[in-house]
């Protein structure tokens, strides 16, 4: 995904023809950085046809008119299909299948279609916006909680568990509490489900009510019924730490509100008096590329924040916005990165650390450098189709291998769950600094715990990089 340009005003709409790249910064590095090129047309030529002729089949019409010589085989297995199945074959199920098997034919992860549900989920991601209980939810092993890898689905060691009520939340007005776990959703056990199912059953209709059964401590489970609303998600989480010298900002995804959110958090920061800030980027999917641009120029105050390249040889650079509270060289940053932060997240990272404007600290971050544009389709689905590709300013890929840090943390065996080693540690660099020291050696001064936070209808063809994928935590 990535942003738009380095001003606040949106993109202007995107045509069906290959983007043209004017020389302006983009917003988003994962899902929202996407111009339609050809391959777009051509493949929107292939649906149309693919989706006409099955209309077509199902009409009773006798052949399929397959717009190359090359789909003349799949006009024969569909024929053959209609013709010899045992059973009434799901119309709807061969057109799902036949998009699905276009796009593993581009041999690109990032490219593919999304059923009406999944589009509709990663539209709300995006947007910031949805209508549900307003509750941030997430997957926790209760027998071994740094194994999150073991948790597939739902079950009695990998619990549904409430993070945080959201403030104003009709779930925070009904009595849902951080540590809740939920074990059912309207009267379904939510055994078995992964957590996006879970979410799906939770969020509905605003207006509409779900009951919850919930076990809270050591007493019985009982059920509590929320009514749905309209709801508006908090991208940021900050507070003051280390004894009021450090301002802590995460950021957890790149929508609408992002940039907005994280400007005004950073002003708040600034005006309570700290001296340094850590800018945390763990496990955030991405979003708009234009949004990606106005968080970076956050930090950077002029020049080059990162390059978007598409199809024939069209460039676009994008450049810092002019508009950032935190540029100052006199203010010490360091950032947050880990095998979650991806697209969006990679370019700011990317540009902080190239710009030599922050020390970036962590763990290697996702590698994904693709922008990509969503269409929504007639069935309600979308698709999500690679456009271009971005580039840092010193015009370096972070794909595979990810922006690598300027220090490695690695989490010792038999750290508990709730300390934060990392933000532990970018505390020591910037006490160092702040005492006039390199941050080389550790301080003795040991940050909060770290917050906990809220991850959160993209227009068609906004350009995005995000990636939706691996995320043990949402908003319900």
């Known amino acids: 995904m990535t942003d738009a340009d380095p001003e606040s005003a949106p ?10 790249m004017p020389a302006a910064p983009v917003r988003r590095s994962s899902a929202l950085a996407w111009a339609v090129s050809l391959s777009l047309a051509a493949l929107v030529g ?20 397959a717009p190359t010589e090359e789909f003349a085989a799949f006009c024969d297995a569909y024929d053959r299909i209609q013709e010899q199945f045992v059973d009434d074959p799901d119309e709807g199920q061969l057109v799902e299948g036949a998009i699905e098997g276009m796009f593993e034919g581009l ?87 992964s957590l996006d199912d879970a979410i799906q059953r939770v969020r509905g209709e605003a207006g509409t009510d779900v009951t919850l059964t919930i076990r809270r401590g050591d007493g019985d489970p009982f059920d509590l019924t929320i009514t749905r609303d309209q709801i508006q998600m908090r991208e ?16 957890h995804g790149f929508s609408r509100a992002a940039a907005d959110q994280l400007h005004e958090a950073i002003g708040d920061l600034l005006d309570a008096g700290v001296e340094s800030l850590v800018f945390d980027l763990r ?31 069209e460039v676009k650079q994008w450049t810092a916005t002019d508009e950032g509270l935190a540029t100052s060289p006199e203010l010490p940053v360091v950032v947050l990165v880990n095998g979650g932060s991806a697209s969006a997240s990679e370019i700011v990272a990317a540009a902080l650390k190239e710009r ?23 069935n309600g689905g979308g698709v999500r189709i690679t456009v271009s590709r971005w580039f840092t300013p010193e015009h370096n890929s972070v794909a595979p291998d990810g922006v690598q840090p300027d220090e490695l943390v690695e989490i010792p065996d038999g750290t508990p769950p709730e300390q934060d080693v990392f933000l532990e540690r970018a505390v020591e660099l910037l006490t160092e ?31 995005i990089s995000y990636d939706p994928g691996g995320q043990l935590r949402a908003a319900a």
């Open 11 to 20: 993109p202007p709409p995107l045509s069906t023809q290959p983007p043209l």
């Open 46 to 65: 292939a649906l149309l046809f693919v989706g006409g002729y099955l209309a077509a089949g199902a009409s009773g019409a006798a052949s399929c008119a």
């Open 107 to 193: 041999g690109d992860p990032f490219s593919g279609y999304m059923s009406p549900e999944d589009y509709q989920r990663a539209q709300e991601d995006l947007s910031g916006q949805f209508s549900g209980i307003g509750a941030e939810m997430g997957v926790k092993n209760v027998r071994d909680p740094e194994d999150l890898d073991a948790c597939g689905a739902l079950s009695d060691i990998c619990v549904l568990v409430v993070v945080a009520p959201l403030q104003g939340s009709p779930a925070e007005a009904a009595g849902l509490q951080a540590g809740d776990i939920v074990t059912g959703v309207d009267g379904e056990s939510v055994s078995g489900m």
């Open 236 to 251: 940021v989480t900050s507070e003051v730490i280390a004894d009021g010298r450090v301002g802590y900002v995460a950021l």
């Open 283 to 313: 496990n955030n999917p991405g979003g708009f590329i234009e949004v990606a641009n106005q968080v970076a120029s956050e930090f950077i105050g002029d020049g080059l924040i990162f390059i978007q390249e598409s199809s024939g040889d």
């Open 356 to 378: 030599e404007r922050a020390t970036i600290l962590g763990q290697p971050t996702y590698g994904k450098n693709t922008v990509q544009v969503w269409t929504e389709l007639e």
């Open 433 to 463: 600094r702040m005492l006039g020291g390199d941050g080389d050696s550790p301080a003795t001064v040991i940050a909060d715990e770290e917050p906990g936070g809220p991850t959160s209808l993209v227009p068609l063809g906004t350009p």
